[in-house]
């Protein structure tokens, strides 16, 4: 009962997954964030795995939120039919993605934010707050229990308002995005629609996350 009390603790203060038969460490954050054009190298394989599911859940004529991330700048490149969209971001480069569509295109100002290309603060809220949009995908820069997380609080706050404002909210991530730390939690997975990640992720690390949120993968 003694481990079994102390895995329960720990579980509690985030310093570990609970997971059947056993626990999983949780990442600390990390010493230096990672700048956008460093993210863009990393696990490029099951980044175009996720966009492609995300790209799936866009139907014609709809109004989409994207936030800021190097897996969400991919999306557009398995999109049908994105002449019928309305794509309203705050990332430079996701809106210099889909310049090259004929998206209705409108990019949400305010301070740029070089690390991750991203417009944030007070303006690029005050912007989005009127706006309304049928579906919304952002990323994350890990998950832990139900907890969204972000490197800034800023870019969490906008993140969170695209999501309150859509009728459809999904957080796009690959696998090896659970069971992370970062600075700030913006979101709770119990509040979005479904979890959009790779299907290699492991089974356990599954099962732990479907009691938060829908998975697909």
Do not use: C
Not at 22 to 50: C, F, M, P
Not at 184 to 201: G, W
Request: net charge negative; glycine share 6%.
């Amino acid at each position: 009962m003694t481990i079994r009390r102390d895995l329960d603790e720990l579980d509690k203060s985030g310093k570990l997954i609970r997971l059947h038969g056993g626990a999983q460490k949780i990442a600390n954050i990390e010493e230096v964030e990672l700048s956008r054009n460093q993210k863009k190298e990393i696990h490029l394989v099951e980044k175009q795995e996720v966009a492609k599911l995300a790209a799936q859940k866009i139907k014609p004529g709809d109004t989409i939120y994207i936030g800021a991330g190097t897996t969400l700048e991919l999306i557009v490149n398995y999109v049908e039919k994105p002449e019928t969209l309305r794509v309203v971001t705050n990332s430079l480069p996701v809106f210099e993605a889909w310049q090259k569509t004929e998206a209705e295109l409108i990019l949400v100002g305010g301070n740029y934010r070089r690390h991750s290309g991203e417009f944030i603060g007070g303006l690029t809220i005050k912007l989005l707050e009127d706006l309304k949009f049928t579906k919304a995908f952002v990323g994350v820069n890990g998950v832990n229990n139900d907890n969204m997380m972000a490197a800034n609080t800023e870019e969490g706050q906008a993140e969170a308002l695209g999501l309150n404002n859509a009728q459809e909210r999904y957080v796009v991530m690959d696998k090896y995005k659970f069971n992370r730390n970062d600075f700030y939690s913006f979101y709770s997975l119990y509040n979005v629609d479904a979890l959009l990640t790779n299907s290699s992720v492991a089974p356990d690390t599954l099962e732990h996350y479907q009691t938060y949120t829908k998975i697909e993968n």
